[in-house]
T-cell receptor, first 113, second 110 residues
Framework: DVKVTQSSRYLVKRTGEKVFLECVQD?????MFWYRQDPGLGLRLIYF???????EKGDIPEGYSVSREKKERFSLILESASTNQTSMYLC????????????FGPGTRLTVT | GEDVEQSLFLSVREGDSSVINCTYT??????LYWYKQEPGAGLQLLTY?????DMKQDQRLTVLLNKKDKHLSLRIADTQTGDSAIYFC??????????FGTGTSLTVIP
């Protein structure tokens, strides 16, 4: 069964802290994605990676960075968390062939106080 | 592909049909998708349609694609309370550029 896991379901951090969100997929997918989801705005792409050590900026990369050292793992880093980064963060993965559908993790609800 | 539009809310009575609409922007999208998100969960793929198709049916789900108007719809027949969720349409450009709509929150009234 296809699986994407995220390290935490809920996280509370203070302003200025460095935050790591981890995502792991077990499907040998080339592509991995980080989105944030906010009410009324849908999903907005932060970063994606199409291969190990490769990354591309999405629509809202400011304040975030990513790391992909292994194919199965894609990390999202908030260098200095701010209250406007309070959101639901969703990780996804996909193949580069076929029907390209994305498989999502359960999400991490991050609150920055 | 950046402005995929959906209505935010839809309410239907249990047993009725639900129709969720989506307008996408890029005629070169190869596939279009419908995802379902239940409360507190990630997105789950419901169905997809290849861009050269007009219609796809999968049990209670019917997807209609009007390429001329860039309009996609999802019809759920005999809607049940378990269908209450947020539904996202999405289009893809190339092999990894996904664009999601804002999501439609479907409420099924018993």
């Amino acid at each position: 069964d296809v699986k994407v896991t995220q390290s935490s379901r809920y996280l509370v951090k203070r302003t200025g802290e460095k935050v790591f969100l981890e995502c792991v997929q077990d499907m040998d997918h080339e592509n991995m994605f980080w989105y944030r989801q906010d009410p009324g705005l849908g999903l907005r792409l932060i970063y994606f990676s199409y291969d190990v050590k490769m990354k591309e900026k999405g629509d809202i990369p400011e304040g975030y960075s990513v790391s992909r050292e292994k194919k199965e793992r894609f990390s999202l880093i908030l260098e200095s968390a701010s209250t406007n980064q309070t959101s639901m963060y969703l990780c996804a993965s996909s193949l580069s062939v076929g029907t390209y559908e994305q498989y999502f993790g359960p999400g991490t609800r991050l609150t920055v106080t | 592909g950046e402005d995929v539009e959906q209505s935010l809310f839809l309410s239907v009575r249990e047993g009725d049909s639900s129709v969720i609409n989506c307008t996408y922007t890029d005629s070169s999208s190869t596939y279009l998708y419908w995802y379902k998100q239940e409360p507190g969960a990630g997105l789950q793929l419901l169905t997809y349609i290849f861009s050269n198709m007009d219609m796809k049916q999968d049990q209670r789900l019917t997807v209609l694609l009007n390429k001329k108007d860039k309009h996609l719809s999802l019809r759920i027949a005999d809607t049940q309370t378990g269908d209450s969720a947020i539904y996202f349409c999405a289009e893809i450009l190339g092999s990894n550029q996904f664009y999601f709509g804002t999501g439609t929150s479907l409420t099924v009234i018993p």
